[in-house]
Structures are given as structure tokens and as C-alpha cells.
């Protein structure tokens, strides 16, 4: 009876103490970057396209077309795990911005902060004082955006979330259905953000 209990005792115990998919995540996110780790917005935040994406997206540019619906669908994405007070708001480019999308050439350098990117990137100034967000600054290469393709749509979603605060990337073969794996290995076309990214998002601004 006692070596019953002890064993018991024993799967309890280890069941205490195994990592939660989240943990894991969040591990995972704070170990693969400089800064990695969890930086929500303060406040709601508000995002446009900058001064030559407009001029693009006037002049009927598709490449600015393709990219402007893949944010569109990324931020109806995200929309739907954010509590109300924390949706991310469209607004015009004199108002007060949070994250700015800006569509460059490829060969373009992006910021100093994502040398070395090619597809896309998100460089955000980060308030370490209170783990918020400030701002962000989403580049997308205009090659990856002559068509709408699924590689697209994915980058779009990827830069999003880390515009939101999710600083860092998770390993593919631990979360398999994530979009935040650096080697964009998965092709999200769903309607909804895989559940573990949304978990990650419900737990940031909750
Ligand atoms: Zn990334």
C-alpha cells in the first residue's frame, strides 16, 4: 500500500512540475532574442501604412495591394483574440501611431535592427521600465508581395504579432502549428490564429 501511495506521490509530483505548453513558449520566445520576451501595448494600439505605401496603395500598385490585404487579414486575425480595449485600431497617418507598415524594395536595407532580414521584419522600441511596447515598425520586402500567396499572409501575421510584443521566435518541432517560427514552416490560411498563438495573445493583454 505504501509503495502504491510512493508511486502515486511520485506521478503527482512530476505532473506538478512539467512544463506547460505556454511556459515552454514563453521560454523559448525569451531565449531566442537579444531582448527577447513579452511586450504588450500599454494602450490600444493603432497602426497606417507610411507616406510611399499610401502613395502606392493610390496609384493601384497590386504589390501594395497584396501587402495591404495581407495586414488587413492579419489584423482580422489578431482582432478576434484582443480584448476590446486592446483591438488593434486602423487610423490615418497624422494620428497617433503605434505601428507603422512600411513596403520596401528587396535589397532595401530595413532598419539596423533587422539587418540581415530578407522576407519581412518588426522593429519595436520597447519600454524595459514597464515590459510595454512603444512603437513598432513593420518593413515588408515588396518582392514576397507580387502575388497574395500563403508565404504572405503568414509574413504578414508573423511581423503583426511581433509588432504586438511577442519578441522572439518559437522552435518548429515544439510547436509545430505556430507562425512564430523564424523559418516560416508553417503556411497559416486558416480564419483564426492557431490556438497557441492565441493563448499567447489572450495571456498578453488580458
Ligand atoms: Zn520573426
Not at 20 to 39: D, F
Not at 47 to 52: A, M, V, Y
Not at 80 to 85: F, V
Request: hydrophobic share 40%; aromatic share 8%.
Amino acid at each position: 500500500m505504501l509503495i502504491i501511495f510512493s508511486i502515486l506521490l511520485a506521478a503527482l509530483i512530476t505532473a506538478c512540475n512539467a512544463t506547460t505548453p505556454i511556459a515552454t513558449y514563453i521560454a523559448q520566445v525569451e531565449q531566442s532574442a537579444l531582448n527577447g520576451g513579452l511586450y504588450p501595448h500599454a494602450k490600444e494600439p493603432t497602426l497606417t501604412f507610411d507616406i510611399d505605401f499610401i502613395k502606392r496603395l493610390k496609384a493601384k500598385d497590386t504589390t501594395a495591394e497584396n501587402a495591404a490585404t495581407a495586414i488587413a487579414r492579419a489584423i482580422t486575425l489578431v482582432n478576434k483574440e484582443l480584448p476590446p480595449e486592446h483591438k488593434i485600431r486602423t487610423v490615418k497617418f497624422d494620428q497617433e501611431v503605434s505601428i507603422i507598415v512600411k513596403l520596401v524594395q528587396h535589397g532595401d536595407t530595413f532598419s539596423d535592427d533587422c539587418a540581415g532580414e530578407r522576407f519581412g521584419c518588426a522593429d519595436s522600441i520597447l519600454d524595459f521600465d514597464s515590459g510595454h511596447t512603444k512603437s513598432s515598425t513593420i518593413y515588408i520586402a515588396d518582392t514576397y508581395a507580387k502575388e497574395q500567396t500563403d508565404f504572405l499572409w503568414t509574413m504578414a501575421l508573423h511581423e503583426l504579432l511581433h509588432a504586438l510584443g511577442i519578441q522572439g521566435h518559437v522552435e518548429h518541432e515544439s510547436f509545430p502549428k505556430s507562425v512564430m517560427n523564424h523559418r516560416f514552416a508553417v503556411r497559416h490560411t486558416g480564419d483564426t490564429l492557431p490556438p497557441i498563438d492565441a493563448e499567447i495573445l489572450k495571456r498578453m493583454y488580458r
